[in-house]
C-alpha cells in the first residue's frame, strides 16, 4: 500500500507519485508556457484532436502528448521521415491551425494516434522552403549576375583604363550654294575648257 502524505495547505491525504506527478505535470506546462504563450494555447487546441468521442482527454495523456512535442518546439525542428526539418515557432502555429482548421471542415481522421499528420506538415513547409531557395539559386547561376548599365563602365576601375576617345575631324563644311569644294572645282575645269564662267 502507497504511504500517504498530507497536502501543507489543506491536509488531504495524497500519495508521493501524485505528489511527484503534480510536480512533474507543472514542470511540463511551464516549459510550454516559456517557448509561446500564443502557441502554446494553440498546442493545448491540437491536444484536443486526440480527445476519443464522448470522452476526455486524461492529464497523463495529455502530459505524454506535450512531452512528445517539447523537444521539437525547444529546438524548433523535428525529426522525420530519417532527417532532420527546420521547424520555427511560427511553422508549428500554421500547421496547428491548418489541422484545427481541417477538422472544422470535417476533412480529418480523429482521434488522432501520433503526431505524424503534423510533422508531415511541418516537413513539407521546409521542403517547400528548400525546394524554393535551390529553384532561385539555379535561376541565378543560369543568368549570371546582373550586367551593369550598358553605355557605363563596369566600375571604377574600367572608368581609369578606359581609352580616351579620339574625336573625329569635322567634315568640311560645304562651299557656297551648297556646293562641295570637290565639286566646285570639277565644274571650274568644265568652265574653263569650254571658255566660260563657272555656274
Known sequence: MAEKLA?????????????LGRLESDKT???????????SSLVLQYLTL?????????NT???????QLLPGLEARSIH??????????ANWAAAIEQMLTARAMERLTLPLTGHSYLFA??????????????????????TGPRAAGV?????????????TPVPRPAAPAPARGGMSPTV?????????RKGGEPK
Open 7 to 19: 497536502c501543507p495547505v489543506c491536509s488531504a491525504e495524497l500519495t508521493f507519485e501524485q505528489i
Open 29 to 39: 506546462f511551464d516549459r510550454l508556457v516559456a517557448i509561446s504563450v500564443p502557441l
Open 50 to 58: 486526440f480527445t476519443p468521442p464522448s470522452q476526455r482527454l486524461t
Open 61 to 67: 495523456k495529455k502530459l505524454k502528448l506535450i512531452t
Open 80 to 89: 522525420y521521415k530519417g532527417r532532420d526539418w527546420e521547424a520555427p515557432l
Open 121 to 142: 506538415i511541418l516537413s513539407g513547409m521546409t521542403n517547400k522552403k528548400e525546394a524554393d531557395a535551390e529553384a532561385q539559386r539555379e535561376h541565378e547561376l543560369r
Open 151 to 163: 553605355n557605363g563602365p563596369a566600375s571604377v576601375a574600367d572608368l581609369v583604363q578606359a581609352p
Open 184 to 192: 566646285r572645282a570639277m565644274r571650274e575645269q568644265i568652265a574653263q
